[in-house]
């Protein structure tokens, strides 16, 4: 019973009834326009009758002219804010660019020929009905000729079934309103909102900016990172020396100053690429920077064993994520194993670039292969460029290995492929 009666007192109803109202306000221009079109036709032709083929092609100069006015982006802003605000539909967000594209334009044209069409006949009908409502409920009183009134001729009503109509055609007035508004409700979505050409290029924009913003994670996380991870060992270490060896003190409170304008550079970098400042200092540090990164390392009291090949063929790309990767790799050591020996192998075999990092770990620790955020990131790194790694402790020792194709790389079979197939796997 809630059901039924609901229509008829919900504040929702009389919204989409002002919704249909605007479309019979905007078909009435065009019909004036449609009306004075055919008189000039007529006077034209010196007739007044129409074959069926003529009233047809007035019907489609009728809607191209009304369908017209929806290709301006203006227009689908306003169906957009009407269809939100009287019909209660929440529309997803659109770009400006789905807003003035063609998919757009003409799907606005169908929502727009509807409101004038079926929305402004369904208006109307408030137009006439609800005097003929009013002019029912009078007629026992004033005994009103209410077929004259309306058909041109006598047609009396007895005031029982006079109001008995009237007390019929209000209800079905507003129930007709709530039914064509819900109708248009639906299609909002469809016809006002994002196409779905649109909404995959809109998904294809957020992957591109969530790949990016992972980039500048993982490069904030390995650069700053080691940064501190290096200025909080000489810190502890000079503090400790400062009066028996002030020299060594001397020469970590430099590194310390060196250490820490890098990580302010790359700092600056990752900061400029969020604002979207074109003119941020871009420093892109490749395997050819790695002498400086070991001299960082090497100044913390780490003994780093690097047996770097040629590299001067690598991939930029290539180059600067591997770079990332035995920054990485170096930080891990600094803060896991202290103090120890890192051995650091590095050279390009056949068509992939292969690193390997070794360094001893104290006692029998539980195994990190899971890793934490720098080797989650060092993993994306070789994901994306289609190259498999591996960590884990390995005899004592904690062992990172990089695979990574140094030739472009067509989404097919990667280097863990390759090495199954030659395995026989």
Same mark, same amino acid.
């Given at each position: 019973m809630r059901s039924v009666v609901r229509p008829l007192v919900s504040v929702v109803t009389y919204r989409r009834?002002? #919704?249909? &109202? @605007?479309? !019979?306000? /905007?078909?009435?221009?065009?019909?004036?326009?449609?009306?004075?079109?055919?008189?000039? +036709?007529?006077?034209?032709?010196?007739?007044?009758?129409?074959?069926? #083929?003529? @009233?047809?092609s007035m019907l489609f100069a009728f809607m191209v002219i009304s369908g017209a006015v929806a290709f301006l982006?203006?227009?689908?802003? /306003?169906? =957009?804010?009407? $269809?939100?605000? &009287?019909?209660?539909?929440?529309?997803?967000?659109? !770009?400006?660019?789905?807003?003035?594209?063609?998919? *757009? =334009?003409?799907?606005?044209?169908?929502?727009?020929?509807?409101?004038?069409?079926?929305?402004? *006949? $369904?208006g109307f009908t408030v137009v006439v009905g609800v005097p003929a409502v009013i002019?029912?409920?009078e007629a026992p009183f004033t005994e009103h000729d209410l077929g004259r009134r309306f058909l041109g001729r006598p047609l009396t #009503?007895?005031?029982?079934?006079?109001?008995?109509?009237?007390?019929?055609?209000?209800? $079905?007035?507003?129930?007709? @309103?709530?039914?064509? %508004?819900?109708? #248009?409700?639906?299609?909002?979505?469809i016809l006002l %909102?994002?196409?779905?050409?649109?909404?995959?290029? =809109?998904?294809?924009?957020?992957?591109?900016?969530? +790949?990016? =913003?992972n980039r500048l994670a993982r490069d904030l996380h390995d650069s700053v990172g080691h940064a501190l991870t290096v200025t909080t060992l000489q810190a502890a270490a000079a503090a400790r020396l400062l009066d028996t060896d002030p020299e060594f003190a001397r020469r970590a409170l430099t590194a310390i100053e060196e250490t820490g304008r890098t990580a302010l550079e790359d700092l600056d970098h990752v900061l400029g690429l969020l604002r979207e400042d074109v003119?941020?200092? !871009?420093?892109?540090?490749?395997?050819?920077? /790695?002498?400086?990164?070991f001299g960082q390392t090497r100044s913390a009291g780490v003994e780093v064993d690097a047996r770097i090949g040629p590299v001067e063929e690598v991939p930029p790309v290539v180059s600067r994520e591997a770079y990332r990767i035995v920054q990485e790799g170096l930080t891990n050591a600094l803060r896991h194993a202290g103090k120890v020996r890192v051995t650091v192998r590095l050279a390009v075999t056949g068509s992939r670039l292969e690193l390997e990092m070794v360094n001893p770990v104290a006692g029998a620790g539980p195994a990190r292969a899971g890793g934490g955020r720098g080797l989650r990131g060092v993993r994306e790194r070789v994901t994306i460029l289609g %190259?498999? +790694?591996?960590?884990?402790?390995?005899?004592?020792?904690?062992?990172v290995f990089v695979a990574i194709p140094v030739v472009p790389w067509s989404g097919g079979e990667t280097p863990a492929d390759d090495d199954n197939r030659r395995a026989g796997v």
């Amino acid at each position: 019973m809630r059901s039924v009666v609901r229509p008829l007192v919900s504040v929702v109803t009389y919204r989409r009834w002002t #919704f249909l &109202l @605007g479309g !019979t306000a /905007l078909l009435v221009p065009y019909l004036l326009i449609y009306a004075a079109f055919a008189s000039v +036709m007529d006077s034209y032709r010196q007739q007044t009758t129409h074959s069926l #083929f003529e @009233g047809l092609s007035m019907l489609f100069a009728f809607m191209v002219i009304s369908g017209a006015v929806a290709f301006l982006p203006a227009v689908r802003v /306003l169906c =957009r804010t009407a $269809a939100e605000t &009287l019909l209660g539909v929440a529309l997803p967000h659109e !770009t400006p660019e789905g807003l003035r594209s063609w998919r *757009s =334009r003409r799907r606005t044209a169908v929502w727009w020929l509807l409101h004038i069409g079926f929305g402004g *006949s $369904a208006g109307f009908t408030v137009v006439v009905g609800v005097p003929a409502v009013i002019y029912l409920l009078e007629a026992p009183f004033t005994e009103h000729d209410l077929g004259r009134r309306f058909l041109g001729r006598p047609l009396t #009503f007895e005031p029982v079934w006079s109001v008995t109509l009237a007390l019929v055609v209000l209800p $079905a007035i507003v129930y007709l @309103g709530a039914g064509v %508004g819900a109708l #248009f409700a639906r299609l909002a979505p469809i016809l006002l %909102g994002p196409s779905p050409a649109d909404r995959l290029a =809109r998904l294809e924009r957020q992957a591109e900016q969530l +790949m990016e =913003r992972n980039r500048l994670a993982r490069d904030l996380h390995d650069s700053v990172g080691h940064a501190l991870t290096v200025t909080t060992l000489q810190a502890a270490a000079a503090a400790r020396l400062l009066d028996t060896d002030p020299e060594f003190a001397r020469r970590a409170l430099t590194a310390i100053e060196e250490t820490g304008r890098t990580a302010l550079e790359d700092l600056d970098h990752v900061l400029g690429l969020l604002r979207e400042d074109v003119s941020a200092k !871009t420093p892109q540090r490749t395997l050819a920077d /790695l002498g400086g990164l070991f001299g960082q390392t090497r100044s913390a009291g780490v003994e780093v064993d690097a047996r770097i090949g040629p590299v001067e063929e690598v991939p930029p790309v290539v180059s600067r994520e591997a770079y990332r990767i035995v920054q990485e790799g170096l930080t891990n050591a600094l803060r896991h194993a202290g103090k120890v020996r890192v051995t650091v192998r590095l050279a390009v075999t056949g068509s992939r670039l292969e690193l390997e990092m070794v360094n001893p770990v104290a006692g029998a620790g539980p195994a990190r292969a899971g890793g934490g955020r720098g080797l989650r990131g060092v993993r994306e790194r070789v994901t994306i460029l289609g %190259g498999r +790694m591996s960590a884990g402790i390995d005899d004592g020792r904690w062992r990172v290995f990089v695979a990574i194709p140094v030739v472009p790389w067509s989404g097919g079979e990667t280097p863990a492929d390759d090495d199954n197939r030659r395995a026989g796997v």
